[in-house]
């Protein structure tokens, strides 16, 4: 039965043009995350054409994970619309690995963790005295504080006080704080939905105003093309960090825990009569969520964890219907086939993009 409060339940599809909007909003929201993949490529000092292709192969892997999460039949797939993002719990080793080995080590040690997520999900019935939803919200609070931590220091600018355009970075960032939490805030409607793109907008014009762009960075962006196939050839190369290896791996153990956590908030929004949690269900979506972390992996790309903030979007705007998850999908396909939203992204001052993960860490 589906509670009161979710207009479109999992089951039902939304109108066209809604479904369309939504769409839109969920592949704008994951592409927010994309910023912890500049921060792990500027760590592992690749070349601007390496980066664009690695910006480009992360869209097409949380297209996919994306999918693999929404999935109802079979053994993998929790069926909801609970997409995964670039998450901060492997932003600390995937920075490690990068300048220790630079990406073939981000990508090796990515795969490792998903495969020991994956390997978890076949023990959750022997497991669930840990995997309890109280551990999964502290995990969640531990990884909003480091990914604020991180944000933080990319908005006030550590290390650039000396610089001469350190006060125009903090303004742009606070300006971009400033516009997500009002419009979140004070918001109404659209404009409340889309609060995150509204303060990007505000902190990269002021950021323009400001000089923070260079002719280089401008350049760059005229000279990427609409339309083009990323470059794989950087996905060549493996390198293995053994030192790093228990960090990933309790990485991959905090993205299963969290995952237990989303798909029973997924499971409880979904379900007026629900008791108690279907570790069946649970099991196919850290499933899901292992292999998408992994594909990810392949590809160069931090790991990907379930975002319990887009769970969150959905559940307060009382649509999660699992069909919106397949319309995101095709949506980040077309952006990872052009190379000049991916150049968006690496030429976004970090400042700005700090102040977006301190704004998404609060979510």
């Known amino acids: 039965m589906t509670p009161a409060n979710i207009t479109i339940g999992v089951d039902e599809n939304p109108p066209p043009l809604q479904y369309v909007l939504l769409a839109l909003q969920y592949a704008f929201l994951l592409s927010m995350y994309l910023v912890l993949v500049v921060i792990v490529v500027h760590a592992a000092k690749a070349s601007p054409d390496t980066a664009r292709s690695i910006i480009s192969m992360a869209m097409i892997a949380s297209a996919v994970g994306t999918v693999l999460q929404a999935f109802h039949r079979g053994p993998v797939g929790s069926g909801y619309l609970a997409p995964p993002v670039f998450s901060a719990i492997y932003l600390g080793p995937s920075i490690l690995a990068a300048k220790a080995g630079g990406l073939p080590a981000v990508a090796c040690m990515t795969v490792c963790a998903g495969l020991f997520e994956m390997l978890i999900a076949g023990f959750l019935h022997r497991l669930r005295i840990i995997m309890q939803p109280i551990i999964s919200g502290l995990i969640i609070c531990i990884i909003a504080l480091e990914l604020g931590i991180v944000g933080l220091q990319h908005l006030l600018d550590v290390g650039g006080e000396n610089s001469p355009q350190f006060s125009s970075s903090v303004a742009a960032a606070t300006l971009t704080l400033s516009v997500?939490?009002?419009?979140a805030v004070w918001g109404k409607g659209v404009w409340r939905l889309i609060c995150s793109l509204l303060g990007l907008l505000a902190g990269v014009a002021l950021a323009a105003a400001l000089g923070l762009f260079d002719n280089r960075a401008v350049s760059s962006l005229e000279a990427s093309p609409w339309f083009a196939l990323p470059d794989l050839s950087y996905v060549s190369a493996v390198h293995w960090e053994l030192g790093l290896m228990p960090a990933f791996l309790a990485a991959g153990m905090a993205a299963a825990i969290r995952t237990v956590g989303v798909v029973t908030t997924c499971q409880r929004a979904n379900n007026a009569n629900w008791i108690r949690p279907d570790f069946i269900n649970i099991r196919k979506g850290v499933i899901a969520d292992g292999l998408g972390c992994t594909i990810g992996g392949l590809v160069g790309a931090p790991g990907m964890n379930i975002g319990p903030s887009l769970v969150g979007v959905s559940i307060a705007t009382g649509v999660t219907s699992r069909?919106?998850?397949?319309?995101?999908?095709?949506?980040?396909?077309?952006l990872a086939f052009m190379p000049k939203v991916a150049d968006v992204f690496l030429q976004l001052p970090?400042?700005?993009?700090?102040?977006?993960?301190?704004f998404t860490a609060c979510i």
């Open 180 to 183: 997500c939490v009002g419009f």
């Open 323 to 334: 069909s919106i998850a397949y319309g995101t999908a095709v949506v980040l396909l077309i």
């Open 350 to 358: 970090l400042p700005v993009a700090g102040a977006l993960l301190v």
